[in-house]
DNA sequence: AATTTGACATACGGCCCGTATGCGGATATT
DNA sequence: AATATCCGCATACGGGCCGTATGTCAAATT
């Protein structure tokens, strides 16, 4: 066989990564052992340490991971819909549903805060903020929204998307509380329309 | 001397917590020792275990205890402001500003939901969605706010301020943004009126 | 006064993480 | 092509922390 060493590792770095995301989403990051975590992947600590330093510099793989791909769905939404105020109200809407899948909750919103620290300090750089504030930016360019730094108005938008997933996965009835979610998520953003509708 | 005995119980009670306070803020949860802890407080792991069966008993009394009291502000400021409209704006910036304490930050923003778990489950109910809900509850029974369902609005609220509020912190020059942070949440606040005003 | 209860201390064991060291094959050198 | 080097990973070791079981002494009960 003799396959290149770098290309080796690349493959152990993302059986790793995949390992992690699984253990992390299941057990949650403290109660995730790197043992079990590595013996699950084929592998041991050893390589773990060698390729992200610690246990959180695996974590912060596998949110950069979880977070480009919440990137790429939103700039398809985004692209789909046109730079327009719908446009950004679906966005919130795909991000509240995106946040419904337990992997995102568990990792990137619970325990990546707290291990992490602020997510403007990620090396992701936190997709959805970024998603968001480009088009708010936009939206005010165009007059259609008031006049408000973009980025209070992105982080506003993102925790209220947020939090609303987090309320809809711990509902009993998601299906049901959803679009309560969504249609509160949409009132609210009215609120920073330049003109009433 | 010979004092009761629950009584001295409560007040090493409160000598732990207070302790917990401090470690947990300062060092976060995961890496505050359970030993160092109770050594501060002039008692032993032995009156910890006893007290709160574990480290996450503690969390969330301590968590209850900064809750109640984040309650016990917001009570005040509306009954100051009456429970109308400008009530509920006056709230969500005092819940901004007093998210800005690295204590609330850190202890019930950050590691409270990594441990504990969905907010809605906690002992202490997170006085901030229920306030909010019940403040949102008045507005929508008067007709000032469209007839959302309270807690989808409440949770967006609560959300939305508690994430400007880490923003804020995480900033350079907190006292540059938090205006910002205040303007744009009461423009998303607007969208909520079921009038224009 | 004897007994029971309860609050806390002490002792023990296991798990987990981070570091230091060792090893074998891929890569570079001449 | 043969040797030397390097690198990715495995193995071994040590310390810390948490949860449980057990012990102890003062307060409460009778």
Partial sequence: MAKRR???KEENRGKLIAAARKAFAEKGYSAASMDELTAEAGLTRGALYHNFGDKRGLLAAVVEQIDTEMAARAQQIGARRGNDWLGLLAEGAAYIEMALDPE????VLLDGPAVLGDPSKWPSQ????????RAVDGLIAQGIVKPLDAEAVARLLSGAALNAA??????????????????AFRSLATGLLAEPL
Avoid at 126 to 133: A, D, R, Y
Avoid at 168 to 178: G, I, K, M, P, Q
């Fill in 6 to 8: 770098s290309e080796t």
């Fill in 104 to 107: 995102v909750q568990r990792i």
């Fill in 126 to 133: 936190n997709s959805c903020l970024q998603v968001t504030k």
């Fill in 166 to 183: 987090l309320w809809v996965a711990a509902s009993e009835n998601a299906h049901d509380v959803l679009p309560k979610a969504v249609e």
